[in-house]
């Protein structure tokens, strides 16, 4: 059974206003039929209030937000059980809708960000897997539909849920956010892939990797995991860790320890052997 004191707690920011729509028991089917559709199909959906409607078994939280830094929310489950189906499901526990508020008549950039769609497994006693994001779906002006490529995976099987299209996503971890106790806080300290000092906060565009911290994105011009082109990023969580890590350094007048003494002798010794 649901309990109606379980709730989840998420990390927001955002440099536009916007619309937080969050819903229940939403099916699989019609959230990827949804997705695809133009970006004022979401304009329209979301001011007449009939976003997924009659596709969604309880609507959840509702918030119209000018930009803010990180601001904390919580959303309680719902008191009714969720019907998700026997595995593979047919529906997505809890899906997550964060669109950009446009004034009537503007006109925006194609490749501008205008939504972006997160969907969360919630954990129960059919899939007992810790609670995390499925996929996450970046909606652009031109219509275009981009999967967010998270790359640390969870350990354990991947949940079965009637999805082809991000079957591939289905055991990964968040990034945004992740399982802690009574419910979400902002991600772990996952690290970047390039410097393995700085905690990891860009999704680089157009491939969609999440792999880099920003200071080292200033020095790239290719994703150091497909070698494609960086046109553009997303930031995945706050960067305020770089004036702490830029203070720490000004005091000591030293580099950042990138790892420890007995990880270096143990990479040392791998490297002489020519072990990788």
Partial sequence: MIRKNIYLRCTISSQVPYTLQAFWGVSIRELHHFLWKAWS?????????????????????????????????????PEGKLDLGTPPRHCYPLVIF????????????????????N???????????????????????????????????????????????CSDDASQRAVVLDNSGNGFITGQE?????????PLSRALLPCRHTCICASCFGK???????????????????????ADCALGLEKTGTSPKRQSFSQWIQNSITEFLGLH
Avoid at 59 to 76: A, D, N, P, R, V
Avoid at 132 to 151: C, E, H, R, T
Avoid at 190 to 198: F, P, T
């Fill in 190 to 198: 996952q690290l970047c892939v390039v410097c393995q000092y700085y």
């Fill in 119 to 165: 969907v969360v497994h919630i954990r129960d006693n059919v899939c007992t897997l810790p609670t995390n994001i499925l996929a996450q779906y970046l909606k652009q002006a031109n219509g275009q539909l981009s999967s967010l490529k998270q790359l640390y995976l969870a350990t354990g099987n991947a949940l079965s849920y009637q999805d082809d299209a």
């Fill in 220 to 242: 790239l011009e290719t994703c150091p995991m497909c070698r494609s082109p960086i046109k553009s990023y997303f930031c995945v969580r706050n960067e305020d860790y770089l």
């Fill in 41 to 77: 199909s979401f304009q329209t959906a979301v001011n007449d209030d009939s976003l997924l409607r009659g596709h969604y078994q309880h609507c959840g939280l509702t918030l119209h937000e000018t930009s803010h830094t990180e601001k904390t929310i919580q959303m309680f489950m």
């Fill in 98 to 117: 964060l669109i950009r508020d446009t004034p009537e008549n503007s006109t925006l950039h194609p490749d501008e960000t205008v939504a972006l769609v």
